[in-house]
């Protein structure tokens, strides 16, 4: 069972908000070199297409280079992790639970 989940049609807001819950730490998501807006769908930021119901889930031991990675691999779109404050990058060698803890 996944720690995570991301759909297409869950809106950023709700993913940045559903990663927060359950790693502590902050997501940025951006549309292409700016964030992007909270109110838009993953599958509308997404340079990929998204298969209709596609979910894709993710565990906390999960290194953060392989998480942002993969969204961009699954999903075309670019996130950073940041600490709980949102005021510096996690390194990307950190698992997902132990970046909430910084």
Do not use: W
Request: proline share 2%.
């Amino acid at each position: 069972m996944a720690d995570f989940n991301v759909s297409g049609r869950m809106k950023v807001k709700t993913l940045r908000n559903s990663f927060k819950k359950a790693f502590g730490s902050t997501l940025r998501v951006y549309n292409g070199v700016r964030f992007a807006s909270d109110d838009a769908s993953v599958a509308s930021i997404a340079k990929e297409k998204i298969p209709s119901g596609t979910e894709v889930g993710f565990h906390g031991r999960t290194k953060c280079g392989s998480f942002e990675k993969q969204m961009m691999d699954k999903f075309g779109i670019k996130v950073q992790v940041a600490n709980p404050d949102d005021s510096e990058l996690v390194s990307d060698s950190v698992s997902l639970t132990q970046s909430g803890k910084s």
